[in-house]
Structure formats: C-alpha cells, structure tokens
C-alpha cells in the first residue's frame, strides 16, 4: 500500500486487513493455540503467548508508526517497561528523567533494585547535567518528555547524542505524545514505549503497553523477553487497541486545540500561581518542543494562588471527573502528589517540584467551552473568602 502520511497509516498502517477472509477488520483471533500440521509443521502461529494474529497486527502498525524495526504488545505499559527494563543485566545503572511516571519509578525503586539494577534521578531537560551522572555502571536513560506532571521538554536529540557516545541505550517514554505529535526513533532514541492505555486507546476502556525498537539486535532480543516474561497483551484487547488508534489523528487535533484553549485560558486567569504546558510560547520547555514534537501535545498542570483551596476545587468539579489515567476522550483531572506520583518520596517530590497544590488536567474532546465553564465555577467554589 502507498502512502505518505501518518492520518493514513493509522487506518491503514501494519497489517489492515484479514488476507483469508477479506474482512477489513482483522478478527479477535480468540485462541489460546493453533493446530499443527505434523511434528514441526507449524502455519506461522503456535502458542498466543508467542504469537497471535490479532496482536501481531497490532504490532505491525505501532512498529509502522514509530519508524521501527518491530511493535511489541504488553498487557500494561509497566508490562512494557519490565520486559525493556529486563535488557539490562545485574550491576546496571538506569537514568531517568527528573519527573517519570509514579510507577515507573516505583518498578526501578521496589522492583529492579531486587536484582542489583539502580537508577540515578537526571536532569536530561540539562544535557550537560545529564552528561555528567554517566558512571561506568550506567547503561540506559529513560526519558519522558514532556515528563510528568511538570511537563518538562527534555532536548531527545542532544541527550541521545550524549548517551550514545557512552555507549547506552535511549528508551524514550511517548505517552504522552504518540507518534502522530513525536516520533522519538527518529530523534535517536533505540526503544520507544507507550501506555496505550492512554492516547492510543483513547476510550479510558483498555490497560496495555507498547513498546518499539530500532534495531533487529534489539527486536530479537524483546521477542525472547516478551516470549519468555510473558505478560502480552490478549487479542480483544489488541482489538480495541487498533480501533483507537485509527480515530488518534482526529482524536489528538481536536484534544490539541481544546489543550492550548485551556493553557491560555489558565495563564490569563487571576487564581492562578503558575501553568506548565510546552505549548504555551512563554513556557520553558517551548522552543526545544517545537523542534522535535508537532505541537505541544495535551497535558497540562497548573497551581492556583495560596487563597483557594485544592479539595473543594476538586469537589466542586461537575464535568471534568476526578481519576487517575489521562489520554481519554473525556476530561479529567488529578492531584500527582496524593494520586500517580504518591509512589514518589516526598523529599523527592518536592525537589523535582510535584507540590501539594499541583493540578494535572488531560483535557478531553468536550467542547472546550463547556471544560472551562466547569473549571472556572469551580476555582470560583474554591476561593477561601
Ligand atoms: C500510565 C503511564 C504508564 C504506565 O502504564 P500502564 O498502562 O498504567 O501500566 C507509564 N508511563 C506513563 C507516562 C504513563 O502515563
């Protein structure tokens, strides 16, 4: 099939549609095993932990997607992480950008630490702070960016530049942008890894992860992690997932301009200390964002002023609902420092800024309109008089 365009590879990218059949569906190939024709005669399938055609299709098109050698799919995006994570060998030291995902950290801190692998928190938004936490031990940064909740642009390019000189390797964290906004194997990074539980899926319906590599070193070397660790991700599942991302285009423009509407609606509003969001021009993160993303993506917190108070904000809200998770095409908001990031210490927490007050908002497909009616009835409900 030929196109330019990634709207077009995300309805027809990987493999779109069912070869025996027609159907411009690919099935829910719902089996657990497939029938062997003699001893060794297998039809190109043989157990679904292993492979299945319903998550192989999946995996064809985030692989497209991405620009990569080959798509994995996991049951959760911390699945992805642990089979990734799982590259690296006891002794090993991870890099991870100042802001990751709660549980990210939580996987390195509670779970990796059992088998003698450390991580080392690094300002990758300073390349040339970065540069300098590079010990012998160090094999790997993990970057988000933007990073949550803080919404930190960390420069893919400079710092994958600086890692592959010392000889490690670039996992870049893309959830919060999805290739349609960033697509990081382009920028140098060597894996890719997504909560499609997120943007992808879109519908707040479905837990999984995805994860993208560069090279055929690299995708042998997952298949047997993914084969061998086991945690995949089902056919239905797969299913839903490759629905979703056919509407991310469509999904993600509209998402966008409701984003920047409430960016600028925020940094104009008089109850307000501060807003992070990379496509706001003023915003720190900006410039290096517009290099390398499309735009500045969804995701936003913010403070109010020391006058409101944060609990009745968030029982005061009608629309915008409270709950973990973001990317879905509803809105909702959440507290980082007592919800995703509580997983953190609090020293730390404070260090790299999640405060108390922080606010992180995933604007939905609504109409914008009626998001800031909600948001601002309800900072108006906060106000401590
Ligand atoms: C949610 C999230 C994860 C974890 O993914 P799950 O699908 O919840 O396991 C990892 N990274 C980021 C940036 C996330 O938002």
Redesign the pocket.
């Known amino acids: 099939m030929s196109y330019k365009n990634i709207e077009t590879a995300l309805i027809h990218g990987g493999i779109s549609i069912d070869e025996r059949t027609g159907a411009v569906n690919v099935p829910i190939y719902q089996t657990s095993t497939f029938k062997q024709d003699g001893l060794g005669k297998m039809r190109g399938y043989e157990y679904s932990r292993t492979g299945n055609p319903t998550r192989e299709a999946l995996e064809a098109l985030i692989a497209e997607l991405e620009g990569g050698e080959a798509g994995f799919a996991f049951a ?4 992805a ?1 642990t089979a990734v994570l799982s590259l690296l060998n006891s002794g090993d030291r991870v890099l991870i950008s100042s802001n990751v ?1 709660g ?2 950290f939580r996987l390195l801190d509670k779970v990796f630490n059992h088998f003698n692998i450390s991580y080392t928190i690094s300002d990758t938004e300073n390349p040339q702070a970065f540069e300098k936490d590079i010990t012998p031990d160090v094999k790997a940064v993990l970057i ?1 960016s933007p990073a ?1 909740p803080l919404m930190t642009v960390t420069d893919i390019r400079a710092v994958a530049e600086i890692a592959h000189r010392h000889g490690l390797l670039v996992i870049v ?1 893309n ?2 942008m999805t290739p349609y906004l960033q697509r990081p194997l382009t920028l140098g990074a060597d894996i890719v890894i997504h ?4 943007y992808l899926g879109g519908h707040s319906d479905v ?3 995805l994860a993208v590599v560069k090279t055929k070193e690299l995708a042998e070397r997952l298949a047997f992690l993914q084969n061998s660790t086991g945690g995949v991700l089902p056919p239905f599942d797969s299913f839903l997932l490759i629905r979703g991302i056919k509407t991310l285009g469509v999904r993600l423009d509209r998402h966008v301009y409701n984003a920047e509407k409430a960016a600028e609606y925020l940094s104009k509003h008089s109850a307000v200390k501060s807003v992070h969001y990379p496509g706001l021009p003023t915003d720190k993160g900006y410039e290096v964002n517009k290099r390398q993303a499309k735009n500045g993506g969804v995701m936003i917190s913010f403070e109010l002023k020391d006058n409101y108070d944060i609990k009745v904000f968030f029982e005061s809200l009608q629309l915008v609902t409270l709950a973990e ?2 990317g879905g095409v509803e809105s909702l908001v959440c507290h980082p420092s007592s919800m995703t990031h509580a997983s953190i210490p609090e020293e730390i927490r404070k260090k790299v800024g999640i405060t108390d007050g922080l606010i992180r908002l995933s604007i939905g497909i609504e109409n914008i309109d009626d998001i800031l009616a909600d948001i601002d009835q309800a900072i108006a409900a906060s106000e401590v008089k």
């Open positions: 959760s995006g911390l699945a992480e995902y549980g990210t988000e949550n964290d959830t919060f909560s499609a539980t997120k837990v999984a992860g998770s973001l």
